[in-house]
């Protein structure tokens, strides 16, 4: 009897513990869904190659030409990842014009600061009778695609992110990102002011105050219209 009695507590005890093993269980495999925006939707970074064409027409640069000259080279220099590449066509009627357009481009280009060595000068051959000076340069763009609806939205019985969920907010962060590659990873620190180093340890040598020093221009005063 006492045997019995046993028998049926203990069956008791498995029957009341099959259901809580099995909702752990569940609990396991729907946390284990990965539902991060940024994982579902990572923001590519690949490079892609900036190109202008510029006349040589045997007349040089003309003023819009020097403006989108320089607008390319600010573009170069912010988001750059190599060297400018400036090609003169081979072989053709405007071979002559097209030497003389890429020294303005490499005048521009010196006057910006830029190094010499930056500057890559290349031919190519085209059978265009005349052909443009062209410049290019090497950057970082972003890639992201959505508008992924495989799925009816409606009928999301386990509650789960939808397909295409949080991918038009990675779109947009990708769209206004400055620099891609910030992306990738932080950026390196400038160099730090020599000049301003230089006086602030000639006024240390001397003992003297290193702090800077106002006069009284530079001190705002609160206007006296609203007293």
Same mark, same amino acid.
């Given at each position: 009897?006492?045997?019995?009695?046993?028998?049926?507590?203990?069956?008791?005890?498995?029957?009341?513990?099959?259901?809580?093993?099995?909702?752990?269980?569940?609990?396991?495999?729907?946390?284990?869904?990965?539902?991060?925006?940024?994982?579902?939707?990572?923001?590519?970074?690949? !490079?892609?190659?900036?190109?202008?064409?510029?006349?040589?027409?045997?007349?040089?640069?003309?003023?819009?030409?020097?403006?989108?000259?320089?607008?390319?080279?600010?573009?170069?220099?912010?988001?750059?990842?190599?060297?400018?590449?400036?090609?003169? !066509?081979?072989?053709?009627?405007?071979?002559?014009?097209?030497?003389?357009?890429?020294?303005?481009?490499?005048?521009?280009?010196?006057?910006?600061?830029?190094?010499?060595?930056?500057?890559?000068?290349?031919?190519?051959?085209?059978?265009?009778?005349?052909? !443009?000076?062209?410049?290019?340069?090497?950057?970082?763009?972003?890639?992201?695609?959505?508008?992924?609806?495989?799925?009816?939205?409606?009928?999301?019985?386990?509650?789960? !992110?939808?397909?295409?969920?949080?991918?038009?907010?990675?779109?947009?962060?990708?769209?206004?990102?400055?620099?891609?590659?910030?992306?990738?990873?932080?950026?390196?620190?400038?160099?730090?002011?020599?000049?301003?180093?230089?006086?602030?340890?000639?006024?240390?040598?001397?003992?003297?105050?290193?702090?800077?020093?106002?006069?009284?221009?530079?001190?705002?005063?609160?206007?006296?219209?609203?007293?």
């Amino acid at each position: 009897m006492s045997l019995s009695l046993t028998a049926r507590r203990l069956a008791a005890v498995v029957l009341v513990g099959l259901p809580l093993a099995a909702c752990k269980s569940d609990r396991v495999i729907t946390g284990s869904v990965p539902t991060s925006v940024e994982d579902r939707y990572p923001i590519g970074v690949v !490079p892609a190659r900036t190109k202008l064409d510029l006349n040589a027409d045997g007349h040089g640069l003309s003023r819009p030409d020097k403006a989108m000259v320089e607008e390319f080279i600010l573009g170069w220099r912010r988001r750059g990842t190599g060297g400018l590449e400036v090609m003169a !066509p081979i072989g053709t009627a405007n071979e002559t014009e097209a030497v003389s357009v890429v020294e303005e481009v490499k005048e521009i280009v010196y006057a910006y600061g830029m190094p010499v060595d930056s500057v890559h000068v290349t031919g190519y051959r085209t059978t265009l009778y005349e052909a !443009p000076v062209r410049l290019a340069y090497e950057r970082m763009i972003t890639t992201l695609e959505c508008g992924a609806w495989p799925t009816n939205a409606a009928a999301n019985h386990q509650n789960r !992110p939808y397909e295409n969920f949080g991918c038009a907010t990675q779109k947009n962060l990708a769209a206004i990102v400055e620099d891609p590659r910030d992306l990738e990873g932080p950026r390196t620190m400038t160099p730090r002011s020599g000049s301003r180093r230089d006086t602030v340890y000639d006024k240390y040598r001397k003992g003297e105050d290193p702090s800077t020093t106002y006069n009284d221009d530079e001190v705002g005063q609160i206007s006296e219209v609203a007293q």
